[in-house]
């Protein structure tokens, strides 16, 4: 949470037009390394864990991976399958939202603690189907990842997991 007032880049104000840059709408980039660069701003003035290595996963790849894992229990009321599991985050991003709220935070932690717990009780079949989904979807950059230590990052390029934005230019 930080106090006081961001102002937006144009592209921001003109989407959401509430006046303030929040970390919420801070990947709009379609870069991801400038995306990451904004996103480590965020968290350093927010006095946040700045991570080493920062990633973004596309819904559809969490989907696929819950489809082999099975139903996630989070509490005694409370199961992710994959077809609850975008309306679940949002209701806890949106429902009883107050400035300094960690709810959305503390849902996407159980949500993500829960699958790494059930998915180290797969058994090596099931194992192996999600690496082979993490590295196709790292692959077609439904994963994307960044880092500060600049020869992972580099490595990160080469293999185009980092999101770099390539425009191509067409010729006649």
């Given at each position: 949470q930080l106090s006081g007032y961001v102002k937006p880049p144009d592209a921001i104000q003109q989407a959401f037009g509430h006046g303030t840059w929040q970390l919420a709408n801070a990947d709009y980039e379609p870069d991801f390394p400038t995306t990451a660069n904004t996103i480590r701003?965020?968290?350093?003035?927010?006095?946040?864990?700045?991570?080493?290595?920062?990633?973004?996963?596309?819904?559809?790849?969490?989907?696929s991976i819950l489809n082999i894992v099975g139903?996630?229990?989070i509490d005694e009321n409370t199961t992710i399958t994959p077809d609850n599991l975008y309306l679940y985050l949002?209701?806890?991003?949106?429902?009883n939202f107050f400035p300094g709220s960690t709810q959305k935070a503390d849902a996407l932690h159980?949500?993500?603690?829960?699958?790494?717990?059930?998915?180290?009780?797969?058994?090596?079949?099931?194992k192996i189907k999600i690496a082979q989904i993490l590295v196709a979807e790292l692959q077609n950059q439904n994963i994307v990842l960044n880092s500060t230590n600049q020869q992972f990052q580099?490595?990160?390029a080469e293999?185009?997991?980092?999101?770099?934005?390539q425009t191509s230019l067409v010729t006649d």
């Open positions: 701003w965020f968290l350093e003035k927010g006095k946040e864990v700045n991570p080493d290595v920062l990633g973004i996963i596309n819904l559809t790849t969490i989907k139903d996630i229990k949002q209701g806890k991003a949106e429902l159980s949500v993500g603690n829960a699958v790494l717990k059930k998915t180290l009780t797969l058994n090596i079949s099931k580099a490595l990160l293999k185009k997991w980092a999101g770099e934005y």
